[in-house]
């Protein structure tokens, strides 16, 4: 019997890795006594199999998906907002920025979950050594909305996106890819955003390094604006 897609080899690594570090985190905590961020890591771990759980039902159906108005600028600060505990705990700062704003025919709940993936792999590719920042930048030109999350923490190039999507099929981990690599955030975020017909891309802005995305503005929708 073939194996589906997101559950192949390669990915179960990477779900493995994900889980191990923030249950040996809580470990060391609770045997230290310290359990400040203890709800944090929790949640941020349930939610990961949370989102893994959503692409497998999403890949089995996805014509139920009901689209709606959707603002990527209010987007970017909800994501912003939902992230910022977890990025403080990295010595990180999200910031949400967007010029024009224009609405888009989208599920919001499924662009939330791929958006906050995208964002969450950048958190875990940044060092954390020094204070850094993320930028999620929403801008509009005539013909297209482009949402992007950018950081200079990090240095992205295609041939990365490339190497972590054959991962994602692989049967193997490849062993050049490190087990910190952020590839189950990027699987569910790549999935998440191909059901809706988008296509993840890294992208660079401001000298920053990053993922983007490039969604089209409805045209029905301009006309009540």
Known sequence: MQTPDFINDGLLDSIVEQLRSPLLTIKLMVEAGDISQLDLITSSSIQLLDDISYVRELSRNSSKLDLSPVNIGVLSDDIAH??????RAKNISIQSK???????L??????????????KSILNMASGDRASSIILS??????????????????LCA???????????????????????????LYIADKLLSILGLRLRTAISAHQHGFATILTP????????
């Open 138 to 155: 929403t801008s509009s030109r005539s013909n297209e909305v482009r949402f992007g999350a950018y950081s200079s923490d990090v240095n």
């Open 106 to 119: 989208a599920h919001r709940f499924t662009l939330l979950r791929a958006y906050e993936n995208m964002v």
């Open 159 to 185: 041939r990365d996106l490339s190497q972590m999507r054959k991962l994602f099929g692989a049967s193997r981990r490849p062993a050049s890819l490190v087990s910190a690599s952020p590839v189950t955030e």
């Open 98 to 104: 967007f010029i024009g704003n224009r609405p888009i």
């Open 82 to 87: 939902s992230l910022a505990s977890l990025a």
């Open 218 to 225: 409805s045209a029905q929708l301009n006309l009540l604006i």
